[in-house]
């Protein structure tokens, strides 16, 4: 019981994916390269970030609450990602897939899922520039940590990926403090 509560006050014990980091670090970013996972997902499309966010995350929290093939309860993990493919302009939808990480128990075998809209992604490696925020995020802060990120990797003269690109974030709603939230733009894989 306290384990619980710990983990939807202070977001402790929840296991995350691994990860390598780089030796060279940029002075406001990580560079990291995430192993090879599985993470359950839901798509959709929508114009409003948070929005989408909040649907995403109630179709994958009924996933992990047993509402999956083998009514198996399945642990909250770390972060909540968001793939975004924005759309062609600024009045229209994009694409979000939200994910959550499957616990290591979980790896080899994730419970199937019951929703349609839900479905099991195998993630492969991928080496990601990786900003980190605090604070209540939303879609304006997202946004401008991204275009933070965005002049930092051109700065430094670093290649990326300018689209899709993910947004994560590690905290309950409940937690107060000490939030941490991250935008990760994918490096660009060698000609």
């Not at 014990?13 to 996972?37: I, S």
Request: hydrophobic share 35%; aromatic share 12%; glycine share 6%.
């Amino acid at each position: 019981m306290f384990k619980a509560v710990g983990q939807v006050l202070f977001s402790s014990g929840l296991q995350n994916p691994k990860f390598t980091l780089a030796e060279k670090q940029g002075q406001d970013y990580e560079t990291r390269t995430y192993h090879a996972t599985k993470w359950v997902s839901t798509s959709l499309t929508e114009m409003d970030w948070d929005k989408a966010m909040g649907t995403g995350f109630r179709r994958l929290f009924k996933y992990i609450g047993g509402t999956n093939q083998s009514k198996v309860k399945v642990e909250m993990t770390a972060p909540v990602s968001c793939l975004v493919e924005p759309g062609a302009g600024p009045t229209c939808e994009s694409k979000f897939t939200v994910s959550f990480f499957i616990p290591e128990e979980h790896q080899a075998a994730p419970p199937e899922p019951a929703d349609p809209d839900v479905f099991i992604e195998n993630r492969k490696e991928f080496t990601a520039y990786v900003r980190t925020h605090g604070g209540f995020s939303n879609e304006q802060m997202k946004r401008d940590e991204l275009l933070k990120l965005v002049e930092s990797l051109k700065r430094d003269g670093v290649e990326f990926v300018d689209q899709p690109f993910y947004v994560a974030g590690y905290d309950s709603p409940f937690k107060l403090t000490n939030r941490r939230n991250e935008v990760w733009i994918l490096q660009k894989k060698p000609e």
